[in-house]
């Protein structure tokens, strides 16, 4: 008994340089233009058997928006990051940095009164190991870049640090196939991998 499980992350809705933690904001006009270049690579994946999505406003609109449906979850919702809350790191940065430097070096550190790192990939790891378990199921997730990266970190059983060395582009995918305790990662070529 095995599954397949494609993550697909958000499109985006600010720049890259204007991201805030747990970002509520709708997909922007170069979000909605990403997801209209690559709906057709992208649609296919409506056909699975269950349609997932995080709750953020962002991953519901792109779920929907290539023909999902997808119900939210809230286990994939961004990482909890207490008072830095729609804040970028910047600002964050600029008002605590040797807060910043802790959250950044040790992943049980949870210096904003949020969320640890550790406990976050914890919280998307368990949600992927109680999806159904059906020979051959397939599941979509459109999730915050952030929980593609902790679920990666989770299946391959790296430590929670790698969770910084994992860059997840808008609108890629990354597919785990296995059962629970034991994941795979499946890595595939195609118009995405220009972005």
């Known amino acids: 008994m095995h599954l397949r499980l ?4 958000a499109a985006r809705s600010s720049s890259l340089l204007a991201e805030r933690f747990e970002d509520d904001r709708p997909l922007d006009q ?5 997801v209209l270049r690559v709906a057709p690579e992208l649609v296919s994946l409506a056909a699975a058997e269950l349609r997932y999505c995080s709750p ?3 991953s519901r609109e792109t779920g929907a928006a290539l023909g999902y449906a997808p119900l939210a979850q809230l ?3 961004d990482c909890d990051m ?7 790191l910047g600002e964050a940065m ?4 040797s807060a910043v430097d802790r959250w950044l070096a040790d992943p049980e550190a949870a210096p904003h009164g949020g969320e640890s790192l550790t406990s976050f990939i914890c919280r998307v790891g368990e949600w992927l190991e109680t999806r159904p378990v059906d020979d051959g199921n397939k599941i979509v997730a459109v999730a915050e870049p952030s929980v593609v990266r902790a679920a990666v970190v989770y299946a391959l059983g790296a430590r929670p640090a790698t969770f ?14 296995g059962r629970n305790g034991r994941w795979n990662l499946r890595l595939e070529a195609g ?3 220009r972005y």
């Open 6 to 9: 494609t993550f697909v992350a």
């Open 30 to 34: 170069g979000g909605w233009d990403e």
């Open 56 to 58: 953020s406003p962002r």
């Open 75 to 77: 286990a994939l919702r």
């Open 82 to 88: 207490g008072r830095w809350r729609g804040f970028t």
């Open 94 to 97: 600029a008002r605590e940095p």
């Open 164 to 177: 910084w060395n994992l860059d997840v582009r808008p609108l890629s995918t990354v597919t785990v196939t």
């Open 191 to 193: 118009a995405l991998s």
